[in-house]
């Protein structure tokens, strides 16, 4: 009879889960409650666990709410873990837009206030007079760089027709000119050189530094926003799965300090970022292009090299057509009369440190960044062991990881053996950054080639 009670009790111990085999989850309830869970409900000893969903289901420290809330942790752990590995390259994208965007800004000031300063002391009255020439002029610039829809070839040709009928009638001014004979002039100008080469070659120097500016400045916006975007990661219910399986189905086998396997975090990041290594190739492409324009930027459409001398060249051309008056106005008079300016001084310019060398040498660093995500996670000490260990988690329990690593892109995952991914149904939202970057791309190789291509910002 005394054998009776004491089956009954021990039936008992064991259902609650306290029997002489049953481990203490004291570890598993100490790192939950570090992750800031409440630990109502946690058990003190392992229990069965058929009522796991994705961790093992043989005895654990979890129950069904720890192992969810979990699963949403390790989402918040992905985010965050991209987010912070993302870091740099979105503050340098950051960053450089407004350095460079400043440094541009002022320098269209500086010159504007040189070329102001200067007339204001060559020409005196007859420039204050009619400065507003040079105030659109100026701000025509600035409103192409900044994005607006403005043709700098046609902008430009209407500055020196302007120009040419404000100086000639300063210089005849014995004759009251009407609106058609003035008109005519211009018309003639191409012919008669009124300014000699100066207004070719200012065209040809200020659209080329212009354009490859106004391009690099927008790269360096759209390289922002793509890098934004594709640091917030679209987690599917199979990479939560791995996810959690990954980072918290040790607590549930009463291993918390145990960190998962180098290779088999690999394999893990590699599936749920899939999507973000494919956007690489056309990134490549575009921070090749991106250098191609700095190296422009730099060298041959150098926009100090344009800006800073622009003053003395405007000057220079007005002297010509001074020098020339006699001559211009006996060729204009047949199929369509003389007088004076002053000594010419040379102009002080100040050359500011070019922000396009520091950024060249961040962009440089820029590239393979989103194949190499699962590689530069996963080598961060708190997240996995190095590939030859096994003491780590390797999905299910303590030791070595043996699957290979899979290679990187959606295609590729078809051979994971730790991430369930449809190959055939590509993230429509990194898509569109792959075609933001490759209407950029384009546009910049055309900058590289001193042309403009006016289309829609990709940004819009």
Not at 355 to 368: F, S, T
Request: net charge negative.
């Amino acid at each position: 009879m005394l054998g009776i009670p004491f089956v009954l009790c021990t039936l008992v111990l064991v259902a609650l889960g306290a029997d002489a085999t049953s481990r203490s989850c004291g570890d598993v309830r100490h790192a939950y409650a570090a992750k800031g869970f409440a630990l109502a409900g946690a058990p003190q000893h392992e229990i069965a666990g058929e009522h796991l969903r994705v961790c093992s289901q043989g005895y654990t420290c979890c129950t069904l709410e720890m192992e969810e809330r979990l699963s949403d942790q390790s989402k918040m752990d992905l985010q965050s873990l991209l987010e912070e590995t993302s870091s740099t390259l979105r503050s340098t994208f950051t960053s450089r837009h407004k350095k460079f965007d400043e440094f541009f800004l002022e320098l269209l000031d500086n010159s504007e206030k040189s070329l102001n300063d200067m007339f204001v002391r060559t020409y005196g009255k007859l420039y204050t007079h009619n400065s507003e020439i040079f105030e659109d002029l100026f701000s025509e610039l600035k409103r192409y760089y900044t994005g607006g829809n403005v043709n700098l070839e046609e902008m430009l040709n209407d500055f020196w027709s302007r120009l040419l009928e404000r100086v000639f009638q300063l210089l005849n001014s014995q004759y009251t000119f009407g609106d058609d004979y003035l008109e005519c002039i211009s018309k003639y100008a191409d012919q008669l050189k009124p300014f000699g080469d100066a207004p070719h070659k200012l065209k040809a120097q200020v659209t080329r530094a212009f354009v490859a500016a106004r391009t690099f400045v927008q790269g360096l916006m759209v390289g922002r926003e793509v890098a934004n975007r594709v640091s917030k990661v679209n987690i599917s219910p199979a990479c939560s799965k791995a996810l959690t399986r990954l980072m918290y189905c040790p607590y549930c086998a009463g291993l918390p300090e145990l960190r998962p396997c180098g290779n088999y975090c690999r394999n893990v990041l590699k599936g749920c970022l899939a999507n973000q290594a494919d956007l690489d190739p056309e990134w490549n492409l575009f921070i090749d292009a991106m250098l191609l324009v700095a190296d422009r930027l730099e060298g041959p459409f150098n926009i100090e090299a344009v800006m800073e001398p622009l003053d003395v060249k405007i000057s220079e051309a007005i002297m010509t057509l001074q020098d020339n008056s006699m001559q211009v106005s006996a060729k204009v008079t047949p199929p369509c009369l003389h007088p004076s300016l002053q000594h010419h001084p040379t102009s002080t310019h100040r050359y500011n440190h070019h922000p396009v060398i520091d950024i060249k040498e961040k962009l440089k660093k820029a590239k393979r960044f989103w194949s190499a995500l699962p590689e530069d996670m996963c080598t961060q000490e708190r997240v996995s062991t190095p590939p030859e260990s096994e003491q780590c988690w390797n999905s299910h329990t303590k030791g070595r990881y043996f699957p290979e690593v899979v290679k990187d892109g959606l295609t590729s995952q078809l051979s994971n053996p730790e991430v369930e991914v449809d190959i055939t149904r590509p993230d429509t939202f990194i898509r569109q950054q792959i075609m933001a970057l490759r209407v950029m791309t384009n546009k910049l190789r055309s900058a590289y080639n001193g042309n403009d291509i006016l289309f829609p910002d990709s940004s819009e």
